[in-house]
């Protein structure tokens, strides 16, 4: 991270704040932990790593949805410019967690609507970026009860049908909001 700026020309979280996404090229994969020396794997590959930025608490409703169009918006341009960065690079199968789901990386968002936004992305992409694999980090990533299972739904079948609900008419608004009851009596 300390060369990023005299190699991009720029600083990278101005970058990433801005919508980049910043490719590391010929990354070398270590096998082994370190306390037995990391060692070099024998036939060593190549793998291209791809960072961005996300929002950490976009509002979310509770239906597994993005509050405001503007985060979903946002968050289908990352995807989408992920993809197009992994595509011009020519990367076989493009591995990722799961985007800010579940509290990975200190962020979440809402687990059905990545799921659905990173589906669409990979059938978009898919004649591009042949094989898309989503893993977790590690097994405690995704802590929230169904989070994982809710999100990889959405990833392999699209997102449930949403329920639409009545407005709430002007006059009691002040009072009530959509999901709220009204007090006994």
């Given at each position: ?35 037995e ?15 961005v ?48 789901v ?17 589906r ?22 995704l ?9 990889a ?33």
């Amino acid at each position: 991270m300390m060369a990023m700026p005299s190699q991009l020309h720029a600083d990278p979280s101005a970058l990433l704040d801005g919508g980049a996404v910043m490719c590391t090229s010929d990354v070398t994969v270590l096998r082994g932990p370190i306390e037995e020396g990391a060692e070099w794997l024998r036939e060593p590959f190549r793998i291209d790593v791809f960072t961005v930025a996300l929002q950490r608490q976009p509002r979310c409703d509770d239906q597994g949805q993005y509050a405001r169009i503007a985060d979903k918006a946002q968050m289908a341009e990352i995807v989408d410019r992920l993809f197009a960065c992994a595509a011009e690079r020519g990367v076989d199968a493009l591995v990722i967690p799961p985007p800010g789901v579940g509290g990975a990386a200190g962020c979440h968002h809402p687990a059905a609507d990545v799921g659905d936004l990173l589906r669409k992305a990979a059938l978009a992409h898919g004649h591009l970026v042949p094989q898309v694999v989503v893993c977790r980090d590690h097994a405690a990533q995704l802590r929230q009860p169904g989070c994982w299972a809710e999100f990889a739904r959405s990833l392999e079948h699209g997102r449930a049908a949403i329920e639409h609900r009545p407005l709430v008419p002007l006059a009691a608004s002040p009072w009530i909001r959509p999901g709220w009851t009204l007090p006994p009596g």
